[in-house]
Each structure stands twice: as C-alpha cells, then as structure tokens.
C-alpha cells in the first residue's frame, strides 16, 4: 500500500518535470529565433551615412536655375553632370576610392536637396550620403582589411554618421540593400489580408451558420462536412495552383478567349486565394463555437417567438464570437505568412513601387523575405532579418487585435 | 380519453395529438382541453410524454428534425399546425418557461425587453421601460432588482433567474404559459415563491405546468392531467385526481406505488 502510494507520487513528479521541461524547451527555442534575429536584423532598421563636403559651383557644374521648378528638373541635374559631380567630391574628400564608399544612389540625395535650396549650386556645403553597401559590411566587420582600415580612417574623421533607417520603412524594393524598403511589400499584405479577410470572414462564418443551424443532417451535409475537413488540410501551394487556373487562367469557349478574370500579381487575386486557403479553417472554428453556445439560450428565444434568423444574429453569434474570432485570426496569421501559393499567381515580381491599390502589382512580407534571402549581396543578410521583424510585429499586432475583440465579446456567465 | 369541461369554447383544445421521435411514439392520441383562469398540472412519471406533449402546445417539438406530429391543437379554435399558422405570432401567444433557467447572458433589462422589442410591442424607449416594470413586478422580481437593472441576468440566484424568465416570457402579453418543471431545479424556498407567482398569474393567462412532484401540482393547480406511457390516463379537477381517481393506473402513481 505505502509502495503504491509511493509510486503514484514518484509518477505525479515525473509528469511535472516532463511537462516543465517540454515548456522550457519551446521557450529556448522561440527565444533563439527571436534572438538571433533580432542580434541579426536590428542592422537592418540602421543607415549608414557619409558626411560628404561638396561644392558645385567650385566643380563647374552648372545647371540653369529656372529649370529647377519645371518638372524637367530631374533630367537636367542629371544631364548637367551630377552623378559625375557627387562621385568627384566623394574622391576628393574621401581618397582615391571615394566613388565606391558612396552607395549609386547617393546622387539622388545631393538632387532632392538641390531641389529644395538650389543656393545649394553656389556655395560649399555638407551632404549626409548612404554609404555604399561594401562600406556598410566593413563596418559590420566583413570587408576586405583596405575597406576596414578607410571605415576606421573615416570614423576617426567623424565622417561616419549612424542613423534610424526610416528609409527601410518608407520605401519599397531595389537592386541595392542599403535602399531597400518594407512598405511596398507591407502594404501589399495589408491590402491582400484586408481582401482575404473581406471574402474568408463572411463567407466561412455563413457557411458554419448555415450548417450549424439550418441544413439537415443527412448523406450529403456529411459530405460537405469530411470535404471542409480536408480542405483545411491540402497543402497550401494547391490553392495557388487553383487561384492560377482560375482566376488568371484563359479559356478558349467557342472560338472567344474568356478571362483572365483577375489582374496578375495584384493583392487582389492573391487575397481571393488565401481566402480559399484559410475558409476552412474558419469553417470548421466557427461551427465548434456555434455548437458550444447551450441550445437552452435558442429554447428561451425561440420560446418567446424569435424567428430562426433573429436566435442566430441575436443570441447565438453574439455568443460564439469569440470562439470564430480565434479561428479567424489562426487562419489569417496562417495567410499572412503564407509564401507558397502567391509564388504560383505572380506575386514575387520585383515591384519598386508600393501597390496604390488591391489591382495594382505587389508583393507581400513573406515573398519579399523569400526573395531576399536568395540574394547575392551580403547587405540583404541583415534586411532579410530585419524584414522577418516587421511580419512578426504584424502577426502580433494582428493577434492582439484579436485577443482585444475576444475579450470585448466574451460573456461572463 | 378526454373531459369536457364548460364553458364550450376552450383556451386551446388538443385532438387526438400523437407524437412520434422516429420510431419511438412518445405521445398517443391525446386528447385535452385548457382553459383561461386556470392552472393545468401535467403530472406522470419520467418519460411518460408529459414534457414533449407541453412543447407541441406551441410547436417547440418543430425543432427537433424527426420529431412527427398528428391530430390537432386549437388555440381560440385555430389550428396551430395549420399550413397559415405563423409560429412565431403562436410562441408570443403562448409562452413557455424551461425546467432550468436558461436567461440570455445580457442585462436584467434587456432580457424582459428582449421579447417586446422583436415583436414591437413598444413604440418608445419610455414605453419599453413601462413593460420591463410592469413585467419584472408581476414576476414579482421589481423589488429584488429596480436598482441593478444592468447586472447581467446570468448573475442572479437560481430562483430569481427562473421569475426573470417567467418575466421575460410575461412582457409579449401571452395568453397561455407552458411551464415544464420550472422549480425542479430550485431550492425550496424558490420553489415556494415560484409556486406562489403561479398563483398569482392564474388570473391573467391560461397556465399549463409540468411537475413530477405531486404535492406541487396539488398546491398550485385547479385541473391535474396525469400521463403515462404516453397516454392521458386521466383529466379531472385537480381535488377529485388527489382525493377519488377514477382509474386504478392514478391510484397507484399518487399513493407511489410507481413513479
């Protein structure tokens, strides 16, 4: 008897420590992911600048002033030489390599703010550049030892000037890493989820209504019900075969060409696909919620003479909001970081312009990451990172959203 | 088997009702009239069909996909089954309150407003207000909550929360109220005031109640019906069931020889 008492407490423990253990093994991983790439990506939300001295009127570059309010005042800077002028003053201040420190797109800078105070053309002043990528790794610690020793030359100068990137939060896609930006590929998944939200939400919380409360239950709504059930479990990349079949696929019905019906690479037809992707799962979420509201509350208000349409927007929906609200939100963290099926429908275009639309062409957080990472340039390492950061940021943002509208609806019984 | 009582014409009259869940008849020819100002006790054993023949008085068995109904229910002579019957108008005549409390979780006032405002019974927020009062005093609840009107009806001891239904279900002006056991799951002080309340309301509506304790039906009702098997073994005033049944089947359910 003692023996067994004994044994039972030994096993109790055991438990404890193996569900412990099992805890503090998933922290340790969440906390290294979450380390490693904020140790690797917080590089990527940082500039670095180059105090570049300059005098134009002293390099003889000459443009005429009245040209500087036209709209042809971005031709003319660059026909009158200044990427030519930038580059000289970058080797005059900087030593005989001074061109390659300075990122390609430096010029642009020196021409934004030509634009904004031409008295600029006339007098000595000092520009704050991007740096070049191969500068910006040397001072990561990762050039060549001649790179280094100009970054610490330069540093010593106080040449080198570190700052917020609000560039990577404001600008889209480019060739070079120190230019990229999040924004196009952020707002293009905010307009593809607001789009899968707008048809998946609706149309999933109808149908588990429908099923829940009104279909009979015969052969045909167990059909429906297995089919919803392996919907929710086909690999997502078949949804962006189908979302490519039907919505940019043509068809050729006597002897007229029909379709495509949606535009390519457009958050547009990428939200009507996740929204295929993730009606399911919503589906299945909202038609447990609807069954745990206690069929006593649709006795009491179809005892009192609620039709069957007011029982379920007054009682039962209100109830089991919070339940469909968390399946809505897995579903939509799963299209969120969904890569696969958007590959399929286009959207992994080089796109250097953020959507102005659901129809425009865009690319979203995770294709963006996706083809960052397959880049050459060691400079995209740390967007990449920097880039996972703000789809995280999002999914939590999302999901504590989520969490708000939950608690909001929850009934204290 | 049925009894006719005066006067001639009947709240609601039921015609040989049967009901059927699939195979299993649970309801058989029964046949039975209620009246206005009266209480009717449907008394019986467990599964003798008393709670399912209750719930054909306003058509709640429509809910269930393979419950069959057969023959007819009259309410002021019109067929309730009938094709043009609507069930809602039918269920805001006649009212039920379930075995367990069942408010809806929102505030006190919103479940006794609930019923009037989906029927539009109330022209303004003042006249709304009106019916609340006058609903929750004839329940008998105005004095325990006229302060907390908002509290969530959920909130309120077992008791109170089956008067705010009886409330809830008073405040659409039913002529009947279907009761099915509405103190099986109280104490018995709850059980006294809702028996009371029953007593109070007899003058208003007709009032059928569904009880397996027999000393209650004795106490509240003026017509006992007891059912067994699924058969009406015997109508009568409620003193001459308790005192001097007619068939051997009641003698032996009242004395507790079964049941």
Redesign the interface.
């Known amino acids: 008897m003692q023996r067994r008492i004994r044994r039972r407490y030994a096993a109790e423990r055991r438990f404890r420590v193996l569900g412990a253990g099992a805890v503090i093994l998933s922290a340790a991983f969440l906390g290294f992911l979450l380390f490693t790439m904020v140790a690797q990506g917080w590089r990527g939300f940082t500039t670095t600048e180059l105090a570049l001295p300059i005098d134009l009127h002293a390099a003889g570059f000459h443009v005429e002033r009245a040209r500087l309010n036209t709209p042809a005042a971005d031709l003319a800077l660059a026909s009158a030489g200044l990427e030519d002028a930038v580059e000289n003053a970058a080797t005059s201040a900087f030593g005989p390599d001074g061109a390659t420190l300075i990122a390609p797109s430096a010029w642009t800078v020196l021409r934004a703010a030509v634009k904004r105070d031409p008295a600029i053309l006339e007098r000595r002043t000092v520009v704050r550049v991007p740096a070049s990528t191969a500068f910006d790794r040397a001072l990561a610690g990762e050039g060549t030892p001649a790179m280094k020793a100009t970054v610490a030359r330069l540093q010593r100068a106080g040449m080198v000037v570190r700052g917020f990137n609000w560039t990577f939060l404001s600008e889209s896609d480019s060739t070079d890493p120190v230019a990229v930006g999040i924004w196009g590929a952020l707002k293009g998944s905010l307009l593809t989820m607001a789009i899968t939200f707008l048809i998946a939400f609706p149309v999933g919380v109808l149908s588990a209504i429908y099923l829940e409360e009104y279909a009979?239950?015969n052969r045909w709504t167990d059909l429906i019900e297995v089919s919803i059930n392996n919907l929710a479990a086909v690999p997502s990349i078949i949804f962006g075969l189908l979302g490519l079949a039907v919505f940019l696929g043509t068809w050729e019905i006597g002897g007229r060409v029909f379709g495509p019906m949606l535009p390519r690479s457009a958050p547009l037809v990428g939200g009507v696909t996740l929204a295929l992707m993730i009606m399911p799962v919503i589906v299945i979420a909202s038609r447990n919620a609807i069954k745990g509201v206690?069929p006593?509350?649709?006795?009491?208000?179809?005892?009192?003479?609620?039709?069957p349409i007011?029982v379920v927007f007054?009682?039962v929906l209100p109830?089991a909001m919070p339940g469909i609200l968390t399946g809505t939100i897995i579903g939509m963290a799963r299209a969120l970081g969904e890569t696969a099926p958007l590959l399929l429908i286009g959207m992994r275009a080089f796109i250097v312009t953020p959507p102005d639309g659901v129809t425009d062409p865009a690319t979203v957080l995770p294709v963006q990451i996706f083809l960052w990472s397959d880049e050459v340039s060691r400079g995209f390492v740390e967007k990449t990172s920097a880039a996972i950061l703000v789809l995280l940021a999002v999914l939590l943002a999302m999901n504590g959203l989520a969490i708000y509208l939950r608690n909001k609806f929850e009934?204290?019984? | 088997m049925s009894t006719a009582f005066t006067p001639v014409s009947h709240k609601m009259s039921a015609r040989d009702v049967s009901v059927a869940y699939g195979d299993n008849q649970a309801v058989k020819n029964v046949s039975i009239d209620i009246d206005m100002d009266k209480v009717t006790a449907f008394i019986g054993p467990s599964g003798c069909g008393k709670s399912t023949f209750l719930r054909t008085l306003n058509r709640m068995n429509d809910t269930i996909p393979s419950a069959r109904v057969t023959g007819e229910i009259l309410l002021d002579g019109e067929n309730i089954y009938s094709a043009d019957m609507d069930v809602v108008q039918l269920r805001a005549r006649v009212g039920m309150v379930f075995q367990k409390p069942n408010p809806f979780p929102k505030s006190i006032f919103e479940n006794v407003a609930y019923g009037p405002r989906i029927h539009g019974l109330a022209t303004s927020r003042a006249d709304l207000e009106a019916i609340v009062e006058r609903s929750l005093k004839r329940a008998g609840l105005w004095e325990e909550v006229k302060d907390r009107l908002s509290d969530s009806g959920t909130a309120l001891s077992g008791g109170q929360q089956q008067r705010l239904c009886i409330a809830r279900a008073i405040a659409v002006d039913p002529e009947v109220i279907l009761m099915d056991e509405p103190a099986s799951a109280l104490d018995p002080i709850a059980t006294a005031k809702i028996e009371e309340l029953i007593h109070e309301l007899r003058g208003r509506y007709a009032i059928v109640i569904v009880t397996h304790n027999m000393q209650q039906a004795a106490r509240v009702s003026q017509r006992t019906a007891f059912f067994h098997l699924g058969q009406l073994v015997e109508y009568g005033e409620t003193d001459n069931i308790f005192t001097a049944p007619r068939q051997e089947r009641t003698k032996d359910y009242i004395t507790g020889r079964y049941g």
């Open positions: 009979p239950k206690p006593s509350i649709r006795d009491a208000a179809l005892g009192i003479g609620a039709s007011q007054h009682h109830l009934t204290r019984w």
